[in-house]
């Protein structure tokens, strides 16, 4: 059976990129047509400044959301990395296979560092290795597919080489995995400046919309979405990409294509109101979930345990595997 793993980051509310990126699709069809795993990669939000008691509430609050976006935990295994020891294990060995090189050519890694320096702080040595944390959570479980959206394709790429480089020189030990990405929305824009990701780590702002927001905060939000001057309505997200955002946002939650949806609009002002009403609809089930599991938090704690019970015993042989093959004397 193929297997999937994807995780998510607990260093800001979730957003609506997030949800249409990633979440609505592992919830939707993942989780039903494969043996999947989705985490709540806690450690991985330690490589910038972080506050601990936001990071755990963070924690708890991604995991909720990911069962209110409709995980069943009795179908997919849903867990926090920092439970399960086989990551940090892992990682350490990958980082005798990795290069600094490969890691300072990280997009990623520039703009967290660049942005780091620029308010004055220090980069975390964690920050350049993380990527291969990530690796370490994909080729622990042997995955075949990691659901992801646009802005981690360089990571899953990476995670590839390493499985590739580790399994020539080592032996065959890990699964090669391949980064899946949604037809549409796998990269959604900041409203108010579409030439950015909408980012959860970003500053609070009118441009992004939160899994969380009230219907007239979402509705407020993408009426004022930035646009541009053209008179027609056309999907070029290069040339025009405030249009296009909101037409792929409204064609993510509408099932529609983006193109063809652009030919029935004619202004701004209706495109806006469509698909600030079809993000509603969209978030509204997950906000009520989320709503009834925040009553019942002993749920969620269940969920993880057992969760990361799974986990522990899918990714023990594989961290064992990669310990034997690179040269680690077994424990006598
Ligand atoms: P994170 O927490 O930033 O994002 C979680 C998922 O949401 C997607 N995403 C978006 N998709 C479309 N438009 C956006 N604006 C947008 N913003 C975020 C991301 O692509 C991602 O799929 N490094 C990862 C977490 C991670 C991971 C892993 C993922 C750690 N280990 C192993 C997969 C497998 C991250 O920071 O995602």
């Known amino acids: 059976m193929t297997r999937i793993f994807s995780g ?27 043996d999947a795993l989705f985490c709540v990669v806690d450690l991985h939000a330690l490589t910038v400044d972080h506050d601990p008691a936001r990071v755990r509430r963070l924690s708890r609050q991604a995991a909720s959301l990911l069962l209110a976006t409709g995980l069943d935990p009795e179908v997919c295994t849903v867990f926090v990395q920092s439970h399960v020891d086989e990551h940090a294990r892992l990682s350490y060995v990958l980082e005798c296979v990795a290069t600094d090189g490969e890691m300072r050519r990280m997009i990623q890694y520039r703009e967290k560092a660049a942005r780091e320096r620029e308010r004055g702080g220090s980069v975390r040595l964690s920050l350049l290795t993380y990527p291969v944390l990530m690796a370490a959570d994909i080729l622990a479980y042997a995955a075949d597919e990691v659901p992801v959206g646009d802005d981690q394709a360089q990571h899953v790429e990476l995670t590839r080489d390493l499985a590739v480089r580790f399994n020539q020189r080592y032996g065959h030990t890990f699964t090669v995995p391949r980064a899946t990405r949604p037809a549409v929305a796998a990269r959604v824009m900041n409203l108010q400046d579409p030439a950015s990701k909408m980012g959860k780590s970003d500053d609070v702002g009118p441009g992004i919309v939160y899994l969380l927001d009230e219907p007239d905060v979402v509705r407020r939000k993408v009426m004022r979405a930035v646009t541009d001057s053209g008179r027609d309505i056309v999907h070029d997200p290069q040339a025009r990409p405030g249009p296009a955002n909101l037409l792929e946002i409204l064609a993510a939650c509408t099932g529609g294509d983006p193109v063809r949806l652009a030919g029935g609009y004619t202004s701004y002002g209706a495109l806006k109101k469509d698909t600030a009403e079809v993000v509603i609809e969209a978030l509204r089930p997950v906000r009520e979930r989320h709503r009834e599991l925040c009553a019942d938090p002993g749920r969620v704690d269940e969920v993880l345990r057992r969760g990361a019970e799974r986990a522990r015993a899918m990714a023990r042989p594989t961290v064992d595997a990669a310990y034997r093959a690179i040269g680690l004397l077994p424990p006598l």
């Open 8 to 34: 998510i980051k607990p260093t800001g509310h979730l957003t609506l990129g997030n949800y249409l990126g990633a979440m609505r699709r592992w919830a939707a069809e993942d989780q039903h047509r494969a």
